[in-house]
């Protein structure tokens, strides 16, 4: 889940007392049951005695789990650590189920008005005390700056642009990774969304699930003057009036689609332990019928039981999205004695892959698949059962491809090639 919460925290509060909004996010919660949860524009949590920048209470963090999280699930929940070296206003954190996942590092941080963290996950696995071998899922959060000018776009284009160039330091391609927050873009034609959907690197493209794999829209997308189309996706607003339930935030109902949660092409394609499920991505209490109205208006949202509705309406101007994603049980340790024993492809390629097998697949059938950069697949090929070097005719075009080795049925490796 993402979810802008319109400066949850703040003191003195914008909206109303803390142990009511907690109240809100724990209805929201009990009801959407998020392994993940990433929570944008907090107010800024001091991050040391007398840090001015901070305007919720200290240790506010552990309020929302003691009284909003753990509250709707007990004990479940915990949260990486957050930072704010830009000293904005606000800040984003990200929660997490902790029976299921727990926090390695905190990857990479870029400073642009707010903080944009990368984070690495792990999965616990039911035998991970016995392989030590699991599946990594890394999640970046972000809070683009706003406004609809075009000196509001740039400042975004520029934002985006360094955090992938930041990510692109410590990556040879993405990692099952998620890209998700408020990047408050208008169309898809953004350089700030163009950067993530059409990177000049293909290696470190991300994918936005509505538009593919689920083909539910098609590019080029402008939500901003044609919001009915995206009637099913908008995140902004969940209210129509600019002084109810208070003056917080924006109003006019649902007119725009500026939350997203962009997926790595390994999620997308279920190459390395963990797979988008199709149609999935949703956003939880628009029912599509929100054009121009809140979240609350007639016609009567069914999208969730009333009390959620109104808990939405309540605890923010934004929708929280949310997507669905599966690690698929006993392939991690499989697939990584196989990359540690090695698949020798010969890189850059040209008129032919040259292809040599580890020892340990003598005598197996070996399936080869082979995608582009969109998931589509482009060659098929099967290799004789022997670890010599073999030669694989190509006339594939220049650019980036994923290439999926299986032997039983079962994904052994991965590799990105590159075809000159």
Same mark, same amino acid.
Not at 389 to 399: E, R
């Given at each position: ?22 109240? /809100? +996010?724990? &209805?929201?919660? @009990? #009801?959407? =049951? ?6 944008? !524009?907090?107010?800024?949590?001091? %991050? ?54 727990? /926090? +390695?590092? &905190?990857?990479? @941080? #870029?400073? =642009? ?6 984070? !690495?996950?792990?999965?616990?696995? %039911? ?57 408050? &873009?208008?169309? @898809? ?232």
């Amino acid at each position: 889940m993402a979810y802008n919460v319109l400066y949850y925290g703040d003191r003195p509060a914008c909206q109303g007392p803390h142990n009511l909004y907690h109240n /809100y +996010l724990k &209805t929201i919660v @009990s #009801y959407s =049951n998020p392994d993940i949860i990433g929570l944008e !524009k907090m107010a800024a949590i001091p %991050a040391y005695a007398g840090d001015m920048s901070g305007s919720a209470p200290a240790g506010f963090g552990d309020s929302i789990l003691a009284y909003a999280l753990n509250a709707a699930f007990a004990n479940r929940y915990a949260y990486c650590p957050f930072s704010n070296t830009s000293g904005a206003d606000n800040i984003s954190m990200l929660f997490y189920d902790k029976s299921k996942l727990g /926090y +390695l590092s &905190t990857v990479s @941080s #870029y400073v =642009n008005i707010t903080d944009f963290n990368t984070y !690495k996950l792990y999965y616990k696995a %039911a035998d991970l005390a016995t392989t030590h071998d699991t599946v990594f899922l890394y999640i970046t959060l972000n809070h683009d700056n706003s406004g609809s000018a075009s000196s509001d776009a740039s400042v975004r284009a520029g934002q985006i642009a360094g955090e992938m160039a930041q990510i692109e330091t410590h990556f040879s391609t993405l990692p099952n990774m998620l890209n998700m927050g408020d990047f408050n &873009t208008h169309n @898809s034609s953004e350089a700030c969304y163009q950067t993530l959907v059409s990177p000049v690197n293909p290696a470190f493209r991300f994918y936005d699930p509505p538009f593919y794999p689920d083909a539910a829209v098609t590019y080029p997308a402008d939500w901003d003057n044609n919001p009915s189309t995206y009637a099913n996706f908008l995140t902004t607003t969940t209210r129509l009036s600019g002084s109810a339930p208070n003056s917080c935030g924006t109003s006019g109902g649902g007119k725009s689609w500026y939350d997203h949660i962009f997926v790595s092409a390994s999620i997308i394609n279920h190459t390395n332990g963990i797979s988008y499920v199709p149609h999935s991505y949703r956003t939880t209490g628009n029912d599509g019928n929100r054009v121009g109205i809140s979240i609350n208006d007639a016609p009567t949202n069914t999208a969730a039981p009333s009390s959620v509705i109104e808990a939405l309406y309540q605890m923010s101007n934004k929708y929280p999205i949310m997507v669905d994603l599966v690690v698929s049980p006993g392939v991690t340790a499989v697939r990584d004695a196989a990359v540690t024993a090695g698949v020798n492809i010969t890189n850059p390629i040209r008129d032919y892959l040259e292809i040599t097998l580890p020892e340990e697949w003598a005598g197996k059938s070996v399936n080869a698949d082979c995608t582009d950069m969109t998931g589509r697949e482009v060659m098929h090929f099967t290799l004789a059962p022997t670890t010599g070097t073999q030669h694989i005719p190509c006339s594939l075009a220049a650019g980036a491809y994923t290439i999926r080795f299986t032997t039983d049925q079962r994904l052994q490796h991965r590799q990105i090639i590159i075809k000159d």
